[in-house]
């Protein structure tokens, strides 16, 4: 069985800093492609940032500067660290992988940020 965990979210003034992290366990450990997306009220679900199967890292352009993702491979987590965060930035983090032409996804974490 495959799951992904999220952890981190919460509430933040905008310049603040939050860290997510995401922990896979079951057939998607290890796997190459996981990444951050978030879903504001009334909008798609969009990327954030992710590991792509080259090892290159995709950013969405709004959070380039401002957002970086990292991995603990020893601990199958992979970590967003969010700084100078604003109002726009509030959604819902969700943690995402592909494996065998599937897409996984955690439950999703909350991040909110007041101006």
């Known amino acids: 069985q495959a799951q992904l965990v999220e952890s981190g979210g919460g509430s933040v003034q905008a310049g603040g800093s939050l860290r997510l992290s995401c922990v896979a366990s079951?057939?998607?450990?290890?796997?190459?492609?996981m990444g951050w997306y978030r879903q504001a009220p009334g909008k798609q679900r969009d990327l954030v940032a992710s590991?792509?199967?080259?090892?290159?890292?995709n950013y969405a352009d709004s959070v380039k500067d401002r957002f970086t993702i990292s991995r603990n491979r020893a601990r199958d987590t992979v970590y967003l660290q969010m700084n100078s965060l604003k109002p726009e930035d509030t959604a819902v983090y969700y943690c995402?992988?592909?494996?065998?032409?599937?897409?996984?996804w955690g439950q999703g974490t909350q991040v909110t940020v007041s101006s």
């Open positions: 079951g057939r998607i450990r290890g796997v190459n492609t």
């Open positions: 590991f792509i199967r080259d090892g290159n890292i």
């Open positions: 995402g992988s592909i494996f065998a032409g599937a897409k996984f």
